[in-house]
């Protein structure tokens, strides 16, 4: 298993726990299976972002590709620095 998929088992575990087994897309708020559960650099690395944890979110593999295909998406106004989540 590779380092990036320790990490990523290791921060969907950490936020099962904390949220009692609910792990919520960081892109669309719905709960990610493990199998489905990919690494999302909040500030991607080709705006100065890292790998370190405190960057890293979980979230659907569909749902980082098509972040990814557009750009930049819109940030919540109600929380600053998270995503507008879909309804």
């Known amino acids: 298993m ?3 998929s ?3 088992d290791k921060i969907y575990k950490t936020v099962a726990r ?3 087994g609910q792990v919520p897309c960081w892109v669309c708020g719905e709960h990610v299976l493990p199998a489905a559960a990919t690494l999302e650099h909040i500030l991607p690395l080709s705006e100065g972002g890292n790998s370190h ?3 890293l979110a979980i979230s659907h593999e569909v749902c980082n590709s098509q972040r990814h295909a557009k750009g930049n998406i819109a940030e919540s106004a ?3 620095g998270q995503v507008l989540r879909r309804l």
Request: cysteine-free.
């Open 78 to 80: 109600e929380f600053p």
């Open 18 to 20: 904390q949220l009692h």
């Open 2 to 4: 590779s380092r990036l």
């Open 6 to 8: 320790l990490t990523r």
């Open 53 to 55: 944890a405190e960057n």
